[in-house]
């Protein structure tokens, strides 16, 4: 399905068109999907409107402090919306439920794949929560406490807490315009990027066992298995941002993790530094994502899918 693409006013005025949300966000959901889509959810009923988000996944708990604090009314779906979903297959378990049937897809991803009918796309922004904190200005709703909390958190994890490469001037000014409301922003950082479990610290030991250095160093190998997950008590949901290690080692340019969904199925994150393009590394896997920070799944043994990973890596490395 070919997207129709919609401009901020082209937005807004769907948005005010229709009513009977369901918002989606992706599976294994991040700050920035559920920060875009509780935000709006909570505008578009501040609008009069009825709105409720589903995430195809369990909503890891220490997202609570604005998840929670949405209450979503009785109604039927009408209008179906996704936010910051780059494909129809990060929907997961709900990608064929759905599929065909999404009215509009709010997207930050460059490499987004049509299956909306409509789609706002804005590939500038760093989160999908500042398309969403551009729609919700525009179209005049007050941003309250918890909308200004799940914003913040998108913009935030996403940009690696203003680290990476993706913050823009915009989006300090959006931060600075959040943080001027008065939320205790250094509490929402400490628990997204400083607090971690005991079971996520069990689980990084034992992947950090399997880091294997390659190509005079410049790639780091981590494999994340289900045995691993077993043994350390984790759940998916506790292993966000555990793909960032990878690439924390010095001299390494292109971080991969891959991590066991099913005996045979590997989903493989990577992350790079200029100018290695891992959104084009990983479409040879039918793939994509961000230029620094994208993804595929190879199904395989182990053994299989790290000789594919490292067939095209190599090649990157090399050209
Ligand atoms: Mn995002």
Known sequence: MKSKRLDLSGVCSFLSEHDNYLILTHGMPDGDTL???????????????????????????????????????????????????????????????????????????????????NLFLDGTAAACAECVYDILNTMHIAIDEIMVQAIYTGISTDTGCFKFSNTT???????????????????????????????????????????????????????????MLRESGCTDADLDGITAIPRSIEGVQIGVTMRQKAPKVWKISMRSYPPFDVAAICAKMNGGGHKYAAGCEIVGTKRQAREEILKHV????ED
């Open 35 to 117: 920060g875009s889509a509780y935000a709006l959810c909570s505008g578009l009923i501040k609008l009069g409107k009825k709105a409720k988000v589903v995430c195809p996944d369990p909503i890891p708990a220490h997202y609570g402090y604005f998840t929670n604090a949405v209450s979503f009314p009785e109604f039927s779906e009408e209008t179906v919306i996704s936010a910051d979903v780059a494909d129809i297959k990060l929907l997961g378990a709900l990608a064929e439920k759905y599929e065909g049937k999404i009215e509009l897809a709010i997207d930050h991803h460059v490499s987004h794949r049509d299956f909306a009918k």
């Open 169 to 227: 001037p915009k989006t300090h000014v959006i931060a600075a315009e959040l943080m001027a409301s008065g939320i205790d922003f250094s509490e929402i950082n400490r628990v997204m990027f400083d607090t971690k479990s005991k079971s996520r610290m069990e689980i990084e030991k034992m992947a950090l066992g399997s880091v294997e250095l390659l190509y005079r160093d410049r790639c780091a190998l981590m494999a994340v298995t289900s045995k």
């Open 314 to 317: 190599r090649k990157a490395l």
